[in-house]
């Protein structure tokens, strides 16, 4: 009960007023009271003063005189006010003159203060003052009051105010405990209403409002909090509606839900097999880069590489890990093959596959991690995605070290083997040629018939060489066409003069159409190439036809033609005829001479031109064999150029008198060496100063034969070095140069015994007997010494 | 008039029997021969032959290489070359060395000394 009354807004509002109300009305009576002691006070002092002068007034005379007993009459004067309990006149040495006591027992004290004024004390108030004449003072007069009467009429005062005060609050009481309704109804409604809510979760109940219709805020807050419930209201209800909507869509998606996953579950099992197939195909591929025998190099846009296999691995010597920060061709294609830099601006393939081109190179070097090089063929492919934007490219290298040897080694086998086959044949032609011609003595008829099967037969042979040669050198490109401005009519011209008596002899018709144009080419191997297709026209026709020459220029290339009316190349031989060893007949090679390679040698000429050739049926009879040849474009060709090795000499015997040889020119050295050794002289040859020094100094030889041009120095200065050497200052000297040496230079070039020929004028009997008498002095001397 | 000096230089033995007899036997010359370039050169300077019927192709010292010590030497006779290389690039070469002719092998023994003689313009 207590709680609710003390902790319930009615409570709180009425115990606030009369707080209120009881603390103004304490403040006020304590006010009044203390007014009214002040007062009580003040009057007091005023009365003893007033009856202090009085007295001292009426004592002036009696203190004068001396005349206590009218002193005692004027004191006496005090019984008029009970409160004044004693009262003294002192003289002016302050004895006391006279005094009265009200019976009290109280008592004044003996001698006067030292200053007049009142004097609080023990209860009393004693006030004293001067007793004058003619402004001199006398004596001293005092006055002792109690506060008895003071206190009682307080003690009254504050006995009626006690009871005003209680009638004030109960007063007070009765209008707040009515006036607060006005305030705590509305609030304590609010609360009710606001419980309910909470305890019923319902926002249908409604605060009523009872109080006054006024507009205070009170008022607001009622109005306010019911148009919250209403709107509470409202949503609960469309959240209601909401979370039917919710519940029904969720039921709805829930089936999709459900529909989906299984199309999922499905889908799921599909992807797990493509994904097992890629998987697959991953590993299929990965293991067919890493099997590859080939090297292949994944590269980005910025020409860096991003893949390698391990056959690329291998051949490079490196890993991936070496291409980081740097490009394809700074690592793998920084140099020429003579070691010169090759800087990446310059190659034309590097730019060409950040172009995004197809590059393909037969002919290129790569360089390893180790600094060594090989030679590749390589191929760039660009890298495309579905977009057909360029990503990178792939580069696929063989290393081509071995074919290349290969290539080099068949190349030299067959020269050196058309050269060796040869070198027997012109021995066997000749010794058949002299034997069945009868000056070494006549043969029977058959032997003769046999000798000249055998030198038909060694002709054929040797035809046969000269065209696998010739074919085997043309396809290796070791000879290297001399191509330049060729007239078509002249090459035309010139293959037909060539074989116009072989025409005649066969009874052929030769028919030059008039052609023009200028080609680019060699002119030797054009019309060799017409030669070898008009040569067969004219061997497989019959007699009394025509093989026409023809030709026409087209846009980049002239195409020439060779038509005849012979008996035709069969349909199905048409594309093959340029084989080697390809023959329409098998017995052609016998009857009409051929080597079976014509055809194939004239299809290298005119591919190493550039050009094409082939062979069509001619209309009625016969066939038409046509090449192309490119038309000029100017261009430069280099001719190689043949060194002509040097071959070591050879060591000779130690015992015989030795000769060195200083001479530049290796042939001529030759020849000096062979007269030298024709007589049993050891030599020694030196190509240089330096190599003249230093084989000096090794063999110290008899004599040296000097040339004056060097390549390095010139004979002077080796003639002054070997003159600082003690022995070797005095070795016999043969200066045998090209050039006329003046006595000046004769004197410079003393050694030991020297002599001086000139080449162009002497011949060799001439140094070979220089030689031998310069020689002979040695031996002489040699002698002599050892004599 | 006496009879033509004729120098073999082949390092093919031979050969050098083949063209000496066939020389001798067709037009009756006088044969020398040799089997290498160096000894070829000696005995040409020393024996100073009418003509020179030079191998092209030898081990040491070619054809060329003879030519060229003949030629320095002062030795005027005239050189025809003797060669298994048929190309035409290496005719061309070979004609601008400063030989009189250039005679393929295998060559031809009846028909040898006629061609020597109409390279050199001998009757």
């Keep these: ?787 | 008039m006496p009879p033509k000096q004729i120098l073999v230089i082949d390092d093919e033995n031979d050969i050098q029997e083949v063209a000496r007899l066939s020389l001798q036997l067709t037009e009756n010359w006088i044969v020398m021969s040799a089997n290498s370039g160096a000894a070829g050169a000696l005995l040409a300077l020393s024996e100073e032959p009418d003509a020179i019927l030079l191998d092209v192709m030898m081990p040491d010292m070619d054809g060329p290489s003879t030519l060229r010590v003949l030629q320095q030497q002062g030795a005027t006779i005239p050189v025809i070359f003797l060669t298994a290389k048929v190309q035409p690039a290496d005719r061309q070469k070979f004609m601008q060395l400063g030989v009189r002719g250039i005679i393929s092998k295998p060559f031809d023994p009846l028909t040898l000394g006629q061609q020597i003689r109409a390279m050199l313009a001998w009757e």
Aim: with cysteine.
């Design chain 1, 1 to 787: 009960m207590r709680s609710t009354w003390t902790h319930s807004i009615r409570g709180k509002l009425t115990a606030i007023t009369m707080l209120t109300s009881a603390a103004a009305m304490l403040l006020a009576c304590a006010l009044f009271v203390a007014q009214h002691v002040v007062d009580e006070r003040a009057e007091l002092d005023m009365q003893l003063q007033s009856f202090g002068r009085l007295i001292a007034a009426q004592s002036e005379a009696a203190l004068t005189f001396g005349d206590r007993k009218a002193a005692e009459e004027a004191l006496s004067a005090l019984r008029a006010n009970p409160s004044f309990l004693a009262g003294r006149i002192y003289t002016d040495r302050g004895v006391p003159f006279a005094t009265y006591r009200n019976g009290t027992g109280v008592a004044v004290p003996a001698v006067p203060r030292t200053a007049d004024g009142i004097i609080r004390r023990d209860g009393l108030v004693e006030v004293f003052l001067p007793i004058t004449r003619d402004g001199e003072r006398i004596g001293t007069v005092c006055i002792a009051s109690g506060m008895k009467d003071q206190r009682d009429r307080l003690k009254s005062d504050i006995q009626s105010m006690a009871l005003i005060l209680l009638v004030c609050l109960l007063a007070a009481f009765i209008l707040s405990w009515r006036l607060q309704r006005s305030i705590s109804g509305p609030v304590v409604e609010l609360a009710r209403v606001a419980d309910l809510v909470s305890r019923n979760k319902s926002f249908s109940v409604r605060a009523v409002h009872t109080a006054g219709h006024g507009d205070d805020e009170i008022d607001n807050l009622m109005i306010g909090f019911n148009s919250m419930l209403a709107e509470l209201e409202q949503r609960d209800q469309k959240l209601v509606t909401y979370q039917t909507q919710l519940e029904m869509t969720v039921a709805q998606r829930t089936t999709q839900l459900t529909l989906a996953n299984e199309e999922l579950l499905v889908a799921k099992n599909a992807a797990e097999n493509v994904a097992a197939i890629n998987a697959q195909l991953a590993r299929q591929s990965a293991l067919i880069l890493n099997s590859a025998t080939d090297g292949i190099l994944g590269i980005n846009l910025g020409n860096e590489a991003t893949f390698i296999n391990p056959a690329a691995v291998r051949m490079l010597g490196m890993t991936l890990d070496d291409f980081r920060g740097t490009t394809i061709h700074a690592t793998i294609h920084h140099s020429h093959p003579d070691g010169k830099m090759f800087p990446e601006e310059e190659c034309a393939n590097t730019l060409a596959m950040r172009r995004g081109q197809p590059v393909a190179n037969a002919d290129d070097t790569f360089w390893r991690g180790d600094g060594t090089n090989f030679p590749v063929e390589y191929s760039s492919t660009p890298m495309l995605d579905e977009d057909g934007n360029h990503l990178g490219a792939v580069v696929v290298f063989r290393d081509v070290t071995e074919r290349r040897a290969i290539e080099k080694l068949k190349s030299e086998f067959v020269s050196t083997v058309s050269h060796e086959l040869r070198t027997p044949l012109t021995s066997i032609r000749g010794a058949l040629g002299l034997l069945s011609s009868g000056l070494l003595g006549t043969v029977a008829e058959k032997g003769q018939r046999m000798l000249e099967i055998a030198v038909a037969n060694t002709d054929r042979l040797v035809r046969l060489i000269n065209d696998i040669l010739d074919i085997e050198r043309v396809e290796s490109g070791k000879v290297e066409l001399t191509r330049g401005r060729i007239d078509a009519q002249t090459v035309v011209n010139l293959a037909r003069e060539g074989l116009q008596s072989m025409a005649d002899q066969e009874g052929i018709r030769i028919v030059v159409e008039p052609v023009a144009g200028t080609l680019w080419g060699d002119s030797d191997r054009v019309i060799q190439t017409l030669t070898n297709l008009i040569g067969n026209a004219i061997k497989f026709s019959p007699r009394n036809t025509t093989v026409t020459l023809s030709g026409t220029a087209g846009a980049t290339e002239f195409t020439f033609r060779v038509a005849d009316q012979g008996r035709g190349v069969p349909e199905e031989k048409l594309a093959s005829i340029f084989q080697r060893f390809s023959q329409v007949d098998a017995s052609d090679s016998r009857t009409k001479g051929g080597s079976g390679l014509g055809l194939a040698i004239c299809q290298s000429i005119v591919t190493a031109h550039g050009g094409r050739i082939w062979a069509e049926k001619n209309e009625p009879a016969g066939s038409c064999f046509q090449f192309t040849i490119p038309l000029a474009v100017p261009s430069v060709e280099t001719a190689a150029i043949e060194s002509i090795d040097q071959a070591p000499i050879e060591e000779q015997d130690s015992t015989a008198q030795s000769v060195l040889v200083v001479e530049d020119d290796v042939d001529l050295a030759r020849v000096m060496i062979a007269a030298l050794e024709g007589h049993g002289i050891r030599t020694f040859h030196a190509t240089t100063g330096a190599e003249a020094i230093h084989l000096t100094r090794l063999h110290a030889p008899s004599l040296i034969v000097l040339d004056l041009c060097l390549p390095d120095t010139d004979g002077f200065a080796v003639v002054s070095s070997l003159r600082q050497s003690e022995p070797l200052g005095h070795i016999p000297l043969l200066v045998y140069s090209a050039l006329d040496v003046g006595s000046a230079d004769q004197l410079r070039l003393c050694l030991g015994p020297t002599e001086f020929l000139t080449k162009s004028r002497g011949n060799m009997g001439d140094f070979e007997s220089r030689v031998l008498s310069l020689l002979a002095t040695v031996t002489k001397k040699d002698h002599r010494h050892a004599a």
